[in-house]
């Protein structure tokens, strides 16, 4: 399966706006994608990239790790910090998407501190 930035943006943006501070599964995030794999196997990338805190609950007869999403991590929080703004996550993408879209989500953040250093001018 084929990571998928703008998700996995929105899924990090749906954990830190959790006010009910419960624990989040991914029936939680099928607004965003109503593929149950699709979901669990990107919130095995976030869980993978110490971007959330999150129990693993995996049973038997899932193709992908089962989640419960505690919160975002503090790498989680600087990430989607660094692309929360839409403005920014699009010339993000943009430049992205220019050399071919196979970026690891470390470069991802790179490209849009350039992109918000740019932006001020810095």
């Known amino acids: 399966m084929k990571r998928d930035l703008d998700l996995i943006r929105s899924i990090l943006i749906e954990i830190e706006s959790n006010k009910e501070d419960r624990t989040l599964n991914s029936s939680d995030f099928f607004y965003l994608n109503n593929d149950k794999n699709t979901i669990d196997y990107h919130l095995y990338l976030l869980n993978d ?71 001020l001018g810095l």
């Open 49 to 119: 990239a110490g971007y959330i805190d999150a129990i693993d609950v995996t049973c038997i007869g899932h193709r992908y790790p089962q989640y419960l999403i505690k919160w975002l991590t503090n790498d989680g929080c600087e990430y989607l910090d660094t692309i929360r703004d839409d403005s920014v996550w699009s010339k993000t993408k943009d430049k992205i998407y220019s050399v071919g879209n196979a970026l690891t989500l470390s470069t991802v953040k790179s490209v849009a501190s350039k992109v918000i250093l740019d932006q």
